[in-house]
């Protein structure tokens, strides 16, 4: 499945444009971007693999992407939660099979604890903490991880390299990669990870509304068929993903070797674990 077979369209949900893209045929499948405040076009290729046998529906949420809002239009977690269940309406789907990826796997969880009865199936990717310590815990790894002496002598090289001057694209290219190396169990795979940008304010305003956030009770009530995936070299804690994934009575599937983004590091084992299911 390549971009080339994908149709792609703008929605107006409860006031603001949304940018939608759909690939594949047989029963529909949403797949929910990371970020906050990302867009969902970094998911590409690899969770284009997923389109065999159903079709998959991308969009960028508000205020990310192709979906940007004036600066006044509210975008927390509340706002996200609304567009997706008018996005559900207007899709004309009683029940949505989710695939939520990175902070897009704590929307879907929170879209699950507000609107249980309109989740039929629900799978978490490497998904963003559901309680606000772990988050804390998260950033604190990365942080870490961002200043091992291998990197920052990568980054010093580059600085010296002349490159910017003399190839400013492959320079914000290879800026980009050492900028997500952290989030690799092998720093070389950045190369492979599609380029992004995130709009700060959105990914501000989304944290700020969660506040000191915690879903754990909510999700002990859920009971909706899930699996949750992580690669095991993942800066999120292991313990808040196996947390998730014994309130939701989920299938656990643990990647070894394999950081944040499997559907690059192991995308063999990610095809055929989310088609299984």
């Known amino acids: 499945m390549t971009a080339d077979n994908a149709q792609t369209r703008m929605r107006a949900v409860r006031g603001v444009e949304i940018f939608e893209r759909r690939i594949g045929s047989g029963s529909p499948a949403v797949v929910l971007h990371g970020g906050p405040g990302a867009h969902h076009d970094y998911l590409l290729p690899g969770f284009d693999a ?7 529906i991308y969009y960028d949420q508000r205020g990310g992407g192709r979906s940007p809002v004036p600066r006044e239009t509210p975008v927390g977690w509340q ?23 990175s902070w897009g796997g704590l929307l879907a969880q929170l879209y699950a604890t507000e609107l249980p009865q309109r989740v039929g199936r629900l799978a978490l990717v490497s998904p963003a903490p559901a309680w606000r310590e772990m988050r804390l815990e998260f950033e604190r790894r990365f942080a870490e991880r961002n200043l091992a002496p291998t990197l920052q002598q990568q980054r010093a090289e580059l600085r010296a390299s002349g490159l910017r001057e003399k190839n400013p694209a492959e320079y914000a290219q290879r800026v980009f990669e050492l900028s997500v190396a952290p989030y690799f169990h092998d720093p070389a795979r ?11 304010r959105t990914q501000q305003e989304i944290w700020s509304s969660l506040g000191n956030y915690d879903l754990r009770q909510a999700l002990a009530r859920v009971q909706i068929p899930s699996i949750v995936i992580q690669g095991e070299d993942d800066p999120i804690p292991l313990g808040a993903t196996r947390t998730v994934a014994r309130l939701l009575n989920a299938e656990l599937q643990l990647l070894p070797r394999c950081g944040h983004v499997p559907y690059i590091e192991a995308h063999e084992e990610f095809v055929r674990l989310l088609d299984g299911f």
């Open 190 to 200: 950045a190369r492979d990870l599609t380029p992004f940008r995130v709009t700060g």
């Open 50 to 56: 997923l389109a065999r046998d159903r079709e998959l």
């Open 79 to 101: 706002e996200q939660v609304a567009d997706l269940e008018e996005l559900r309406k207007q899709w004309g789907l009683e029940t949505l099979t989710i695939i939520g990826y």
